[in-house]
């Protein structure tokens, strides 16, 4: 069995990881992933590469292979359920933390999108520093923001849903990251409702 230095991996590992997979899906999220990221690949100049940090069963994945087929897509996941689905999917599956993550190489958008909120705060910059590894030129956030850092509570559990400016603190830590766009995804939106996710997509500035 594996151990994890954290509760939160933990949880996210089990049960509790591999009931979110199964309700992760379907043709309407795949609907508005495809919405969603349509946007962002025109943002920017090329697109070969991506890696997904918490891909889950891949939906993220789907929509860009659409998008840019022929891209090399990768994602690291730690429910050994959701790997499965991502192997069976045909994308590039790494399994385990993002926290203990060895990167093998970088690609040209490293992203998250709802995983950066269940991370233990403390073990934020790690994640910080893995993502802008990985990224050779765009780093995409989609998360829950908030202007200070506040933990709500997720579905009947404490210590597992965290908001605060995730982009915002990515780039006072590297500061060569600069600003491409941003926007927000809402919940009640007539055609492509998603959850309320704030976005932010940002270059190295080394790489423009």
């Known amino acids: 069995m594996t151990t994890y230095s954290t509760e939160q991996e933990s949880f996210w590992a089990g049960r509790f990881g591999a009931e979110y997979t199964d309700r992760n899906q379907g043709a309407q999220l795949h609907a508005a992933n495809l919405n ?16 997904e940090l918490g891909a889950n069963r891949g939906m993220n994945l789907e929509a860009l ?7 090399d897509l990768a994602g690291i996941e730690i429910n050994p359920e959701a790997v499965q689905i991502l192997e069976s999917s045909g994308f590039k599956a790494y399994r385990g933390s993002i926290l203990d993550f060895e990167l093998d190489y970088a690609r040209e958008l490293a992203f998250t999108k709802g995983v950066l ?3 233990q705060p403390a073990a ?6 893995l993502l802008y590894r990985a990224a050779k030129r765009y780093v995409l956030l989609a998360e829950y923001y908030n202007p200070s850092p506040v933990e709500i509570p997720y579905r009947g559990h404490s210590e597992r849903l965290f908001k605060r400016d995730f982009a915002g603190e990515l780039m006072a830590r590297h500061t060569d990251l600069r600003l491409v766009d941003y ?23 080394s790489a423009g």
Not at 190 to 196: G, K
Request: charged residues 20%; glycine residues 6%; without cysteine.
């Open 124 to 129: 934020l910059p790690r994640v910080y520093d």
């Open 117 to 119: 909120i269940h991370i």
């Open 65 to 71: 292979r659409t998008l840019i087929p022929g891209s």
């Open 183 to 205: 926007g927000f995804l809402y919940r009640r939106d007539p055609v492509f409702p998603q959850d309320d996710i704030t976005w932010f997509l940002m270059e190295k500035h």
């Open 36 to 51: 969603f990221f349509s946007k962002i690949v025109s943002r920017m100049q090329s697109l070969g590469s991506v890696l």
